[in-house]
């Protein structure tokens, strides 16, 4: 850790933000298998500048661990289910171990069947989706991986809170390069962006928010009272609708509204499912994935030939400043981390 | 067929819709098996007044069904490929034929696995997905469908037509009842809006299209020129890119932009793959899918309670309502499909 030339931000290696993580972690009682999985992930997004899932999320996880619903040591039990499902019960700890410990058998089962499915279920779960997407590019598969959240935002021609933020994100693995990656909630922007425009006491835009009897509004705390709203209109509902099904009732897990009834209002991370889905082109393809591999390259040079993004770019971009330069926190956040550690 | 009071309406049965479609297909040319499967669908399109895939499609159909590049007598071939996945080469026919062929193998599949894929190759496709995605929630599994279609769409940030409008489709089984299920493209609009706008010389809503160069704007003629855009913004662009690689480039298919130029300015139906995902909840759920059961019915009675509508409610009233009283056409289209029959 170096002080940075403005006394204000703390300049801290990407080894050194897991090592703080963990001794935080693992200081507010989290089991050691549980605490560096958490702790690798909130690296990773610190490391990829996805500030809403980094060091930020440190303070929330020690009041997720500590409180009596969550399984501090729990012991993530893998079941080979069916030839194409892997079913892992998180046992009320941390979604994160369970996914680590059902990945191989899921992998062995995509090679083997083409597409399989693994569902985590009793999960507490506060991170972002794109680190197991990548977990499964990593190995040369497709991912497609979804779960509810808790209870905010209104269905379209609704008023009150029944779908989740509902994140959805996936994953297409590139020869010799950074993955194509989304990961987006599928309301309209995450709570947290509601919370800042209260606090700051700016106007929200149409189409976040309503208020209890379904009106669009532009005030930020009417939103936060009311209902968030889905993106993308009745479409981005009906898929948000769909994620609840999905990682909810298909796998027999907590939809948002149960998942938030569940918290009884003590504002842990939501505890419910999660549904990862993982693809092999080689044996989608019929056994030759050559061709496809061009057309998706066809695909994305085509982003880049009308100045076009591709979803993940921009982390990759900070996650290679941060390897080399090592990431800057505020000296508030830095200091109420370290006051965190026993 | 009874003349309807309004003299410029033509009043059918659903079973006369099918009967009329299916005789202007053979007589166009059509092998009987695929007429068959493609009159169903229109039938069934007429009757939910799904009307942009009715009886207005059959024109198109047959340039497409008398085009040199289409297999009139193809006959999809079945490949038990991996154990969760089905291929069927529809072999430069219609995809509906493939899909019906390859259907009971997929349901085996997702019934033993918990999840299976089918992956249609070379198929001319022109229908909705709904229809697809009932004959598995019929069957008690849930669905996930998508394909490509033709470059139109333009990814966010770009300006020129890459994506196609690439339809995603959802499909859960509901006890005694009909099933949750959307169905929708994933550009803003439908390409027949903007021609529709165009003809009627009325502005378009921003969000809709951009000009040659990235700019919005609200003239029908210069999106149609330019590009379409997604729904949703970046999110939805990002999903209409996961469709391109999974309905695409996973199976070894052509993207909507390989499909464009399979078609050489014909206009025919665009030529391309079809992925469907049958998902069983008995399985997924680790044999118990009760519970799950419950928490969806408690989600839909949350729409309800809310006023808010499921996506294919106004369909099944539709349904209902041309089972009982028939279907009514306009003159126009009835002389211009009878003009079609041998």
């Known amino acids: 850790m170096t002080m940075s030339e403005a006394d204000d931000l703390v300049l801290l290696s990407v080894d050194e933000v897991f090592d703080l993580s963990l001794r935080v972690l693992e200081g507010a009682g989290l089991g050691r298998p549980h605490a560096e999985a958490v702790a690798r992930t909130l690296a990773a997004s610190q490391r990829d500048e996805c500030h809403s899932h980094g060091l930020h999320r440190l303070p929330g996880c020690v009041m997720t661990v500590t409180a009596e619903k969550f399984a501090r040591d729990a012991e993530p039990e893998v079941a080979d289910a069916a030839p194409a499902l892997v079913r892992v019960d998180a046992g009320y700890g941390y979604s994160l171990l369970a996914f680590e410990r059902g990945l191989p058998l899921l992998v062995e089962k995509a090679r083997r069947?083409?597409?399989?499915?693994?569902?985590?279920?009793n999960c507490f779960h506060f991170s972002a989706l794109w680190p197991e997407v990548e977990a499964l590019t990593d190995q040369g598969l497709a991912a497609l991986v979804m779960t509810p959240s808790h209870a905010w935002v209104a269905p379209a021609g609704g008023r009150k809170g029944l779908l989740g933020t509902n994140p959805i994100a996936f994953g297409w693995p590139r020869p010799g390069g950074h993955p194509y990656v989304f990961d987006f909630a599928t309301s309209a922007v995450a709570r947290s962006d509601l919370a800042l425009h209260k606090a700051a006491g700016k106007p929200i835009p149409e189409g976040w928010g309503v208020d209890g009897d379904g009106n669009p509004t532009t005030d930020a705390a009417t939103a936060l009272e009311g209902a968030m709203l889905t993106f993308g209109g009745h479409k981005g509902s009906a898929l948000s609708t769909m994620i609840e099904l999905m990682a909810g009732a298909l796998i027999g897990e907590r939809t948002s509204l149960d998942s938030m009834a569940f918290d009884e209002g003590l504002k842990l991370a939501p505890c419910h499912g999660e549904l990862v889905l993982a693809f092999d082109p080689v044996v989608m393809s019929g056994g030759d994935p050559?061709?496809?591999?061009?057309?998706?390259?066809?695909?994305?040079?085509?982003?880049?030939?009308?100045?076009?993004?591709l979803p993940s770019e921009r982390r990759y971009a900070a996650r290679a400043r941060s390897l080399a330069e090592g990431v800057s926190i505020s000296r508030a956040l830095h200091e109420r981390i370290v006051a965190l550690l026993p």
């Open 113 to 121: 069947g083409g597409v399989a499915a693994m569902a985590i279920s």
């Open 290 to 309: 050559a061709e496809g591999i061009v057309r998706a390259e066809a695909l994305f040079a085509g982003f880049a030939a009308q100045g076009a993004r």
